[in-house]
């Protein structure tokens, strides 16, 4: 049996939502032999203020070795008025015979401000399989960590950044 997915939270703070501790989807890891990890789930927030030095996840399961393959990271898109968050936001493929792809991590202002929103796509140093992307029109797109980015949809950006061993094709 495959590990189970990460599920999915929409979670809507109007005033200061302060993360110190830790808000997961992870995908779960592979429970029979040679299963394949679960895929990393999805978080959609939006606060007034996000604060904090907690970690926010949707990262893939580990595949039962020697055959099982890495679940692939989820999705994250974090909305906000004002942005203190000093922890982490990942989004990665999980560990096994063949590493799940990288999820994306998507950041954004609430309507209104004069911010540049971000798509990030990390699979935190490992070299995955495929992430399929489409990027809004205006946002800056960093792709880094061996993560590799299949476009589907890719409008005007703003930035466009490609780490070393990271690939966009």
């Known amino acids: ?3 189970a997915g ?22 779960f890891p592979g429970v029979g032999p040679a299963s394949g990890g679960g895929s990393g789930g999805s978080l959609n927030l939006t606060a007034g203020i996000l604060t904090g030095a907690g970690s926010i996840s949707a ?3 580990a595949g039962d070795s020697p055959y099982g393959g890495g679940g692939g990271g989820g999705r994250i898109a ?16 999980g560990p096994g015979a063949v590493f799940g792809g990288a999820g994306t991590v998507y950041l954004a ?10 798509v990030i796509v990390d699979n935190g140093g490992q070299r995955g399989t495929n992430t399929l992307l489409s990027v809004p029109v205006g946002a800056d797109l960093g792709i880094s960590g ?6 589907t949809s890719l409008a005007a950006l703003n930035n466009l950044t490609i780490g070393s061993n990271s690939w966009l094709v």
């Open 109 to 118: 202002p609430n309507k209104g401000a004069n911010i540049v929103p971000q």
């Open 146 to 151: 061996g993560a590799v980015a299949t476009a």
């Open 6 to 27: 990460g599920g999915a939270l929409k979670l809507i703070v109007n005033g200061t939502f302060a993360l110190d501790g830790r808000l997961s989807a992870d995908g």
């Open 59 to 61: 990262s893939g399961g």
């Open 78 to 93: 974090v909305y906000y008025g004002t942005n203190r968050f000093s922890g982490g936001i990942i989004a990665r493929g």
């Open 1 to 3: 049996l495959g590990g």
